[in-house]
């Protein structure tokens, strides 16, 4: 070879002998330890969530497949997880993961919140048909709806009532006044990006549905149904326990009359017990007190002091409290210190599920939200976009077992991430931090239940890298880092674990 020939004229001939046998005998030579590289990439696998656990050969051959799909599924254009889950969702609903994410327990939805917890789709169908129910449309091209003996009032956001029963007998094309019920009641729509430009215009169109919602769920006989409706399609998603964040407005009965969080509670709780009678192998729900972010300091006092009542009144459904709304428009936790001690002052229990880190403002006052939920000894906390950005709240997390409640679409909906991949949320998985999956609003997402979740969190923030072992981690997660009591956690293990072998032996075949 020329380079032979070159060093031949270069070289001593004994060196020359010397360099030619060390290269042709061993091509290696120089490159670093096979044996220590695979030893490393077995390390760093061991650090990711579920990498430490030791999967059966059943999961072993599901796993496989598993990895089979995805790497189809990323090798296919377009990429799911990259794009907005809005334009995703039909090519998620014909991914065979997807289909396999939908068959496999869950374990339990730790972070939904009740005002959104059913797809829109029921909302329209079954509420907006029942008697009674009137329509007003804002100055604002929104609607809000009330049911109601008479003709409601007028009120400042409200001129003119009608019966939607009417409005629809007389509607040229009554599937397109569905259609745009559907619109107000949800975020969905084809094309997100020019119906959302930014964050501001997205949060301004989630809490005017909110309010569209409101009238219809708040309506005392709706409520019920709505919640068992809840239940219903997260238990037909494979999901075993729900905690559910709950503000408990005032419902309301036909005649105007009102009943406050007590009735509202005592609903909650007969509902999910009836529902665990219907269904054996469901553990039930809880609910997670939450007020708004926008009020004063004295409201939310008000607030924890009724939360330790309620809380006292029914152990069983009341498993804490929350601050709720937008994190960057509301008051940061800071500011309520007085309200937010109380507990601890009274001598009382009230476990925080704080939301905290839903921003990607960092700096901000709202940015050290993190921090003080922590402070405040929060039990978990919900959505934590921001922790990979505070290493101490970070590692106070990992330390204390406060998990991450990581709601992926609802992060993309409301514009702090547009690739999936690049989501945060991927460094705590590949660091094994504790953390669980959860839906937040489903109705606002054109979502049901949480597989969606799943999925995205399973092909697009874990890549190729994360396996079966990762989804049984998460969803034994959901169970361990629930608000359940120990006993009723190693029962709901025990459930799951039974249910989980099942999914195991039918689907790797
Ligand atoms: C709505 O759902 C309830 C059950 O939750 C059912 O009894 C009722 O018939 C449904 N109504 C309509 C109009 O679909
Ligand atoms: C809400 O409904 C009204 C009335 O049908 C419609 O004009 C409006 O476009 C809808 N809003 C959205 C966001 O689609
Ligand atoms: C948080 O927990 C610590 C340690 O148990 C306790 O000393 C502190 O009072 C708690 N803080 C609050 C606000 O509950
Ligand atoms: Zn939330």
């Known amino acids: ?63 496989a497949l598993l990895h089979r799909l995805k790497r189809q599924e990323a090798g296919a254009a377009p990429f799911p997880p990259a794009m907005h889950f809005f334009r995703a969702r039909p090519l998620i609903q014909r991914s065979p993961i997807f289909k396999l994410l939908q068959k496999m327990p869950k374990g339990g939805a730790l972070h939904v919140h009740s005002s959104a917890m059913v797809s829109v ?39 003119n009532w009608q019966l939607l029963a009417s409005l629809r007998a ?16 949800s ?13 501001d215009a997205v949060w301004d169109r989630f809490d005017d549905a909110f309010l569209a919602i409101s009238g219809l769920v708040t309506y005392a006989p709706v409520f019920r149904d709505y919640l ?9 998603d494979n999901v075993m326990y729900l905690e559910i964040r709950a503000g408990l407005s005032r419902t309301y009965e036909l005649d105007g009359s009102t009943h406050d969080r007590t009735w509202s509670l005592k609903t909650c709780k007969d509902l999910s017990e009836r529902f665990r009678a219907e269904h054996p192998d469901f553990l039930g729900m809880r609910i997670v007190l939450s007020a708004h972010r926008v009020l004063g300091v004295s409201a939310i006092k008000a607030a924890v002091m009724e939360a330790m009542e309620l809380q006292e009144k029914f152990p069983d459904v009341v498993a804490g409290f929350d601050l709720v709304g937008r994190e960057d428009e509301g008051r940061p936790l800071w500011f309520y210190r007085e309200a ?6 009274l001598g009382v229990t009230l476990p925080y599920f704080f939301h905290a880190g839903e921003t990607d403002q960092e700096g901000t006052d709202v940015d050290i939200n993190l921090l003080d939920a922590l402070l405040f000894n929060t039990s978990r906390i919900g959505h934590g976009y921001a922790l990979t950005r505070h290493p101490l709240a970070k590692d106070l997390s990992r330390k204390q077992g ?40 489903p109705t606002l ?25 990762t989804l049984k981690e998460l969803a034994m997660n959901s169970i361990r880092f629930s608000s359940l009591s120990p006993r009723l956690k190693d029962r709901g293990l025990e459930m799951w674990q039974k249910k989980w072998d099942e999914f195991v032996a039918k689907s790797g075949e």
């Open 187 to 199: 975020l969905f729509t084809e094309n997100p990006e020019a119906a959302y430009p930014t964050q």
């Open 228 to 236: 068992y409706q809840g239940l219903e399609q997260f238990y037909a």
């Open 445 to 469: 997402f054109g979502t049901a239940g949480l597989s969606y979740d799943f999925y995205e969190a399973f092909v697009g923030l874990g890549g190729l890298s994360a396996d079966l072992g």
């Open 1 to 63: 070879s020329p380079i032979l020939i070159d060093s031949v004229l270069l070289c001593s001939g004994l060196a020359l002998v010397h360099f030619w046998l060390l290269v042709s005998l061993n091509p290696c030579a120089g490159a670093p330890d096979p044996g220590q590289r695979e030893a490393m990439m077995r390390q760093e696998a061991s650090q990711r969530t579920g990498g430490g656990l030791v999967l059966t050969p059943a999961e072993l051959r599901l796993d």
């Open 340 to 345: 937010l001690a109380l507990p601890a002052r």
């Open 402 to 441: 406060v998990a991450v409640e990581v709601c992926p679409i609802s992060n993309q909906v409301l514009k702090l991430v547009t690739d999936m991949r690049n989501h945060p949320a991927s460094v705590l998985l590949a660091e094994g931090h504790p953390m669980v999956i959860s839906s937040d609003d």
């Open 121 to 159: 789709d029921w909302l329209v169908k079954n509420v907006t048909y029942r008697p009674h129910c009137y329509v007003c449309f804002t100055w604002g091209g929104s609607v809000r709806f009330l049911f109601s003996a008479q003709r409601p009032f007028p009120r400042w956001d409200c001129f």
């Open 170 to 185: 007389a509607a040229a094309d009554p599937a397109e006044l569905d259609a745009s019920l559907a619109r107000n009641l």
